[in-house]
């Protein structure tokens, strides 16, 4: 079975910009979750979709969206990029029942200069 | 609120030796505890989970972890280290309250020494 896939790998953006990406969750899960990884503030939660709802959500600002379509891929969105948002975007699938274990993707390192 | 702390950014240790990484919670519901392994350049792998049941969890490449709720602890232990076990460690809780977030503590990187 394939694992959790996320694209691109790397991004490099500009400062103002927006970006989007993506996850493909593993085949029959039905659960997304997105987690922030930085040096100085560790891994951080950032949002989780089920059946394209979002039920949960972290500490973040507006600029951070996320949306999930009807196959269970995901995508997040962060509009007006800063230097702070430089970070491993880590996406997670897992079946959907709460304590599930997660599944995480290889991870979007995402540069802003 | 929840919280994780992991003790110990770095540890290291020889080749052959024994592996102890520290994890304590702060919960105020019974929590479910994971630990994850994340290599350079790589996503987060699971080791092993505590959910209910028995307190002494097995997990994958030998790994082992103890819940000790009376510590609040979960740390996480190999009897003997091999190269391949350097990496990053994460330990999470997700709370039974049907929580769908994980909250890690800060890693902590294993050095294995020859």
């Known amino acids: 079975k394939a694992g959790v896939t996320q694209t691109p790998r790397y991004l490099i953006k500009t400062r103002g910009q927006q970006v989007t990406l993506s996850c493909s969750p593993i085949?029959?899960?039905?659960?997304v979750s997105w987690y922030q990884q930085t040096p100085g503030q560790g891994l951080q939660f950032l949002f989780e979709?089920?059946?394209?709802?979002?039920?949960n959500k972290g500490n973040f600002p507006g600029r951070f969206s996320g949306r999930q379509f009807s196959n269970s891929r995901s995508e997040m969105n962060v509009s007006t990029l800063e230097l702070g948002d430089s970070a491993l975007y880590l996406c997670?699938?897992?079946?959907?029942?709460?304590?599930?274990?997660?599944?995480f993707g290889p991870g979007t390192r995402l540069t802003v200069t | 609120a929840q919280s994780v702390t992991q003790l110990g950014s770095h540890v290291s240790v020889s080749e052959g030796a024994l592996v102890l990484l520290r994890c304590n919670y702060s919960?105020?519901?019974?929590?479910?505890l994971f630990w994850y392994v994340q290599y350079p350049n790589q996503g987060l792998q699971l080791l092993l989970k505590?959910?209910?049941?028995?307190?002494l969890v097995k997990g994958i490449n030998g790994f082992e972890a103890e819940f000790k709720k009376s510590e609040t602890s979960f740390h996480l232990t190999k009897p003997s280290a091999h190269m391949s076990d350097a990496a990053e460690y994460f330990c999470?809780?997700?709370?039974?309250?049907?929580?769908?977030?994980?909250?890690f503590g800060s890693g902590t990187r294993l050095l294995v020494r020859p």
């Open positions: 997670a699938s897992s079946l959907g029942e709460a304590h599930d274990e997660q599944y």
């Open positions: 085949s029959g899960h039905r659960s």
């Open positions: 979709y089920f059946s394209e709802t979002q039920r």
């Open positions: 919960s105020s519901v019974p929590p479910y």
């Open positions: 505590y959910t209910t049941g028995a307190t």
């Open positions: 999470a809780v997700s709370l039974m309250d049907s929580s769908y977030k994980l909250i």
